[in-house]
């Protein structure tokens, strides 16, 4: 099949599956003798396997060792729960972080909404933001662009 079927029938453009086969996550297919690609019924379930596991939060490169692993006649099992693992536990504290900063902006809001504006008088900051921040104290805060996300 020709690389616009295979796109279509696994919801990937042909500009990415052309980047897998660079990468290598696609062997490379036998081509037609004008040099269009001819791909066999197996790279649908390669290109959906790929798309899974990035949906799975697994990364291209330990896709590809899992595709590695499978074609060396290996065991993936337990390599993929490894990894499964330490996403989960990178959620985890991702997950920790916004619920201490939706904390942290909730207060932020109270605050505000309770301050008098004719009390704002410090022209270097905002009172609302820097009374929050000392009172947070030694709590690790999270990274600047963690702060922007968009909280349910």
């Known amino acids: 099949m020709r690389i616009g079927e295979l796109a279509q029938q696994t919801?990937?453009?042909t500009k990415t599956i052309?980047?897998?086969?660079?990468?290598?996550?696609?062997?490379?297919?036998?081509?037609h003798t004008n040099?269009?690609?001819?791909?066999?019924?197996?790279?649908?379930?390669r290109l959906r396997f790929i798309r899974d596991a990035q949906a799975a939060g697994l990364t291209l490169a330990e896709a590809?060792?899992?595709?590695?692993?499978?074609?060396?006649g290996e065991s993936t099992c337990g390599h993929t729960r490894e990894l499964?693992?330490?996403?989960?536990?990178d959620v985890d504290a991702q997950i920790d972080r916004l619920?201490?900063?939706r904390n942290e902006l909730r207060a932020m809001a109270e605050r505000a909404a309770a301050m008098d504006p004719a009390h704002c008088n410090d022209p270097g900051?905002?009172?609302v933001i820097g009374a929050s921040a000392a009172q947070a104290g030694s709590r690790p805060?999270?990274?600047p662009h963690q702060r922007l996300l968009p909280l349910a």
Not at 18 to 31: A, T
Not at 35 to 45: I, K, N, P, S, T
Not at 84 to 89: E, K
């Open 125 to 127: 900051r905002c009172q």
């Open 64 to 72: 590809g060792e899992i595709i590695g692993m499978k074609a060396a």
């Open 84 to 89: 499964l693992a330490r996403h989960l536990a």
């Open 99 to 101: 619920l201490a900063t």
């Open 35 to 45: 040099g269009y690609r001819d791909y066999q019924d197996d790279a649908v379930e």
């Open 11 to 13: 919801g990937l453009t």
């Open 18 to 31: 052309r980047h897998y086969e660079q990468i290598g996550l696609m062997s490379e297919p036998e081509r």
């Open 141 to 143: 805060r999270p990274a």
